[in-house]
């Protein structure tokens, strides 16, 4: 089991986001989790990779405990090596170019040579058709291209997961399916994933399995072709407005 949730709890104030929610992750599966906005689905994500602080449960990686409730860790950046995380706004920095933004954090947090950064760097650029941008600034990108970039950083730390939050959620409709199909071939690559997605039909395509959220909790778990065209549940039927007679 590469990835284990177990019984994971999460609140603001009065607001609880995380309601004992478990389930696991095996190496090279792809997850979709979906759900209306305000189910838990981001908020997921970040305690995953350690951007929120749980307030009860457990998440294991490689069967090794990575949480407590109520404590904070130093070892999250050795974590993060592991988890990798591509977030909606990119977050690049703009007065770096494309390359030294993606070989920052093999240097930094790696220690990892410039030359050998650097080449690992060209390479992810080159298969993700963004080559001729290396040495481009941000402001000078598109938000497709800025997104794969964030992709290719992401990659370029060597996770054994990766989590997409909503990454297509600030693009334009025509640059979505640059982004897309970035994360297929990853999945064709053999790469574990978590992607939090309201692409109803790229997730049906790219997932091995998917999540349907409500109120913290995990309303229904099945096969894409389970869930998009015989959902078990009546919450599911209702976000993909399909009427019992059309189930029939």
């Known amino acids: 089991m590469l990835l284990r949730v177990k019984n994971l709890k999460k609140s603001f104030k009065e607001n609880t986001v995380l309601n004992d929610f478990s389930y696991d992750v095996e190496k090279g599966e792809v997850i979709a989790i979906l759900g209306r906005s305000g189910c838990g689905k981001s908020t997921l994500l970040r305690c995953i990779n350690g951007l929120e602080q749980i307030d009860g449960g457990e998440i294991y990686l490689n ?4 949480t407590k409730p109520n404590a904070k860790y130093k070892h999250w950046s ?3 090596k592991k988890i990798g995380m591509v977030f909606q706004s990119y977050d690049l920095f ?3 170019n494309v390359l030294n933004n993606i070989i920052l954090g093999p240097m930094k947090v790696e220690k990892r040579s410039k030359e050998d950064a650097t080449e690992e760097a060209l390479k992810l650029l080159e298969r ?3 080559l001729e941008k290396k040495l481009a600034y941000p402001r000078e990108l598109s938000g497709g291209q800025k997104q794969r970039i964030a992709i290719c950083r992401a990659l370029c730390m060597n996770p054994e997961i990766i989590l ?8 334009d409709p025509e640059m979505v399916r ?5 994360i297929k071939g990853l999945r064709k690559q053999g790469l ?3 992607v939090v997605t309201h692409e109803m039909a790229f997730a049906e395509k790219v997932a091995d399995k998917i999540i349907f959220m409500e109120n913290g909790k995990i309303i229904e778990m099945n096969t ?3 869930f998009f065209h015989s959902p078990s549940t009546v919450e599911a039927r209702r976000f993909l407005n399909l009427s019992d007679d059309y189930l029939l």
């Open 192 to 194: 574990t994933m978590l």
């Open 63 to 66: 069967e090794t405990l990575i």
């Open 78 to 80: 050795e974590i993060r």
């Open 94 to 96: 703009p007065h770096m």
């Open 128 to 130: 993700v058709g963004l």
């Open 164 to 171: 997409f939050d909503e990454v297509t959620a600030a693009l």
């Open 224 to 226: 894409p072709d389970k």
């Open 178 to 182: 640059e982004v897309l199909d970035v």
